[in-house]
């Protein structure tokens, strides 16, 4: 998997920096969104919990996907602003505590 940064912009009113992406994948299933954060993480050299990808959109037939993400400049500000169900799909999955309760 390979991602391109299209643009980065940034939202001074909403203080975050959003970027558009392409993301390329040929032959392979559409990545996860956790596997394109932890590469946008590597490539932007941003904290984890700061940055949330919104949307990956895959192109029919060709192994590729347009992809918006934001880096929050505090965790204050992306729970105030972000809805829950886009932060519970950029949560790494709990497996620990699953199971210690079985």
Known sequence: ???EIKEKIENPLLNRTEIHFDCTYAGDATPKTLDIKNKLVAL????????VVD???PKFGE?????YAKI???EENLNKIETKHVLAKNQEPQESEEAEEE
């Open 1 to 3: 998997m390979e991602i």
């Open 44 to 51: 932007l050299d941003a904290d984890k919990n700061l940055l």
């Open 55 to 57: 949307k990956v959109l």
């Open 63 to 67: 192994g590729k996907a347009d992809g």
């Open 72 to 74: 929050y400049d505090n």
